[in-house]
């Protein structure tokens, strides 16, 4: 049987700033930080997820806020636009809360959606789209009405310096399918509802630079522990070569890097957020993994700490 994802599982991001961070994805966005963790490889840094209300698979973006992180370069080998999308008729909203916020934004069309697109204040490239598909978010915060609200991501454009290859790996391992081709990109659909149109660059793209207001993968979905096992070997047979099975707490994970030069995962959707602390209460207390907890307090002294507010745009 083929494999096929339903498209993107999580973003993994750096930035500089934790708050700024958390009032760009909480405050602005209207986002629910969902999990406050550390980076279990450096546990001076926070790992911050941020989501929809059960911070559910295609909605998921992380960060990794590091003051000393140096500033990255958006470029080939890395996702360049990260795409949220809204429910119909609420550009009208987003333009005016983000003008109030001062952060200014541009519009454009690509395969015949229009696009506000903008940075988070590390440099970030986002957009929203407006898409009848997908649910409706559950969440209401710092001024976003749920029928306004982020539903999640509408999916992402990758910039590869080898486009035909990223392409045939999309179709041809990943599940997705071509949809079109128009000026500087081809779009590929994925089988889900949220996080499933994916726009690749034609032409090919040169390097970009890790670091702060860079994308550092992009996961997409597998359903479950066993589908995820045959993802691996599926993987591994079509040439790639994947990690073994990583334990990340809130999902399984595998990575590879593809031959645009962009770093992917196969997370699984089991066992999500809810795991380690109550659905109602995600996101409050910092979570760390059974075997730092008796460095707890050291942990947290290290962290500089972080509020979760709103801030009400006019809109
Ligand atoms: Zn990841």
Known sequence: MTQQTAGIHHITAFVRHAQANVDFYAGVLGLRMVKKTINFDAPEVYHLYFGDEHGSPATIITFFPWEHSRQGRIGGGQVGVTTYVVPPNSFEFWRARLTSLEIS????????EQYIGFSDRDGLRLELVEREEGPESTWSYSGVPTDKAIKGFGGAILLSTAPAKTARLLQDVMGLEHVATEGAYSRFRAT????????????????????????????WRAKDYADHEVWRTHVESSGY?????????????????????????????????????EAEHLGEKLMLPEWFEPK???????LPPIVVRELKGEA
């Open 105 to 112: 934004y541009e519009e454009s069309t690509r395969f015949g």
């Open 192 to 219: 889900g509802s949220l996080g499933n149109l994916i726009d690749v660059n034609v032409e090919p793209v040169a390097a970009g630079a890790g670091g702060a207001g860079t994308v550092h993968h992009i996961a």
């Open 241 to 277: 070569h994947p990690t073994p099975i990583i334990d990340r707490q809130y999902f399984n994970a595998i990575y590879f890097r593809e031959e645009g030069g962009i770093l992917f995962e196969i997370a699984t959707d089991p066992p999500g957020f809810a795991r380690d602390e």
């Open 296 to 302: 707890r307090a050291e942990i947290e002294s290290n």
